[in-house]
């Protein structure tokens, strides 16, 4: 009928953390209050455990929690498939990863949709944006002469950014709230650099067009990859007031582009691929 | 559905951003029981990292009845376990037991002197804020020097609130194994502890 001490100790664990069977707990009280022995053994680990709570728990460190995600997401195999062009060069924007807020993924879409349609129309030739085709297609299809590397290059580049573009502004209300903007970030920083070797590379004259229009939707992809939005400082806004401001919307047109694409004089032989 | 079984329904679907989310709410205490483990800040950051580079892999294992940092802190726990055993067939000839780290220590220590000397000497307590970065250092080293299963039992239970049952489920050992491990931790972090007799003295 009495708690025996072996019985009783087996049990501290549970008691000391609160964890006791409610059918044990007062055999369990009645033991200690009898018992001098296992009472100031349970005090003493109590005491112990309270002590323990005094402990500052481990921090891991602010860079670490902050870079997690990118570091992470860089090694899970691929969501979705974007290009990811190996280029290298001079970079102006910032590399640090932001950390944008979720709602700012709404306003992003939101801001980038005009874009969007606008791209979706004029590349496509459409009133709404197509599904986006990858580069191959694209110019296997014959929209674009092969002759000039560095058109077909600018010409591959254009798709390549219309795609990211359309990508985030083709999006869904229920997919925005899980857009993956820093991976789109990441994808911006990529094509500016391409753009940096581009725009040096487009350096005859009937190539002026194609390279203007790659410095405007630079911009864009330069503000993409710069949003930093910090709680309530919406910096998107900059970036939407640079994009109204710039008119960009109006100098993209796909249409122009192929049109200074057939002018490009064939100077060099045929290729069969890139 | 709670919140949290939304998002992992959403990131066994392949939500990515669902993913981000689930990693971002339990990463910071995943690391806390990868240190625990392993006594070393390198080791839990690169080891939080596989935990959920393991979570994504098996991601469609994963019941709805389970709780996802439970899910997770088994992964932790194994990962360390692993990570321990590798580690001392390398170093069987330096025998480091106690891992015990003085970097993270040693920074709150200069910290604590800095704040002591730069308060004013009627108001300051610097005697005081000495001790307590010793009492930080001794909980330390005690629970450095217990054995691995013994920690992982210690610290899922008193800092990461899991109930025994649940640990059992987590470490894959019986329950009565979670008991005895955790009777033995306490036993000797008592001991270890000793010196604050007067603080953790039943009497006070
Ligand atoms: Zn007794």
């Known amino acids: ?274 | 559905m709670t919140d949290e079984q939304l998002l992992i329904d959403r990131a066994q679907q392949g939500d990515r951003e669902a993913f981000r989310h689930l990693v971002e709410r339990s990463n910071a205490d995943v690391y806390r029981l990868a240190y625990d483990m392993t006594r070393n800040r390198h080791d839990a950051e690169d080891l939080s990292q596989e935990v959920f580079i393991r979570a994504h892999r098996s991601l469609a294992n994963f019941r709805r009845e389970a709780k996802w940092s439970t899910w997770l802190y088994r992964i932790t726990v194994n990962l360390c376990l692993d990570h321990r055993d590798k580690q001392s067939r390398k170093r069987m000839e330096y025998r480091d037991d106690t891992g015990y780290e003085d970097q993270a220590d040693g920074s709150s220590r200069r910290e604590a002197r800095n704040s002591g000397a730069a308060s004013s000497p009627a108001t300051s307590s610097p005697d005081r804020e000495t001790e307590s970065v010793m009492i930080q250092q001794h909980i330390e080293q005690a629970l450095s020097r217990l054995p691995a299963q013994e920690r992982a039992v210690f610290s899922l239970r008193h800092y990461h609130d899991l109930p025994l049952k649940e640990i059992a489920d987590t470490m894959n050992i019986a329950e009565g194994t979670v008991k005895s491990h955790l009777f033995r931790a306490l036993q000797r972090l008592r001991r270890e502890l000793a010196f604050y007799k007067k603080e953790i003295g039943p009497e006070g």
Not at chain 1, 135 to 159: C, F, H, I, N, R
Not at chain 1, 234 to 257: T, Y
Request: net charge positive; charged share 25%.
């Open chain 1, 1 to 274: 009928m009495m708690m025996t001490c072996e019985r009783s100790r087996e049990l501290f664990p549970e008691a000391l953390y609160s964890e006791l069977a409610p059918d044990l707990q007062n055999e369990f009280r009645e033991h200690l209050a009898s018992c001098l022995s296992c009472r100031t053994e349970f005090e003493e680990l109590k005491a112990t455990l309270q002590f323990m709570n005094r402990r500052s728990r481990p921090q891991p460190g602010r860079d670490f929690l902050e870079s997690f995600w990118d570091r992470l997401s860089a090694r899970l195999p691929a969501g979705e498939k974007i290009a990811r062009p190996v280029v290298s060069g001079g970079a102006s924007y910032r590399t640090r990863p932001a950390r944008v807020p979720a709602w700012a993924y709404g306003i992003a879409a939101v801001l980038l949709i005009a874009v969007g349609v606008y791209l979706g129309r004029t590349f496509f030739g459409g009133p709404t944006p197509g599904v986006p085709r990858n580069d191959e297609q694209l110019l296997s299809a014959g929209a674009m002469p092969q002759e000039d590397s560095t058109s077909a290059k600018a010409v591959a580049y254009l798709e390549r950014s219309k795609n990211l573009l359309i990508g985030l502004t083709n999006l869904d209300e229920e997919h925005r709230s899980s857009l993956d903007l820093s991976r789109n970030q990441e994808v911006s920083r990529e094509l500016i650099q391409q753009a940096n070797v581009l725009t040096v590379a487009l350096n005859r004259p009937d190539q002026q067009q194609m390279r203007r229009l790659i410095q405007d939707l630079e911009v864009i992809l330069l503000q993409l990859a710069n949003i930093d939005v910090k709680p309530g400082v919406p910096a998107i806004e900059l970036v939407q007031k640079g994009v109204d401001q710039r008119s960009i919307l109006l100098k993209i047109n796909l249409e122009e582009m192929r049109a200074i694409a057939r002018r490009t004089p064939p100077n060099q032989p045929k290729k069969t691929n890139l």
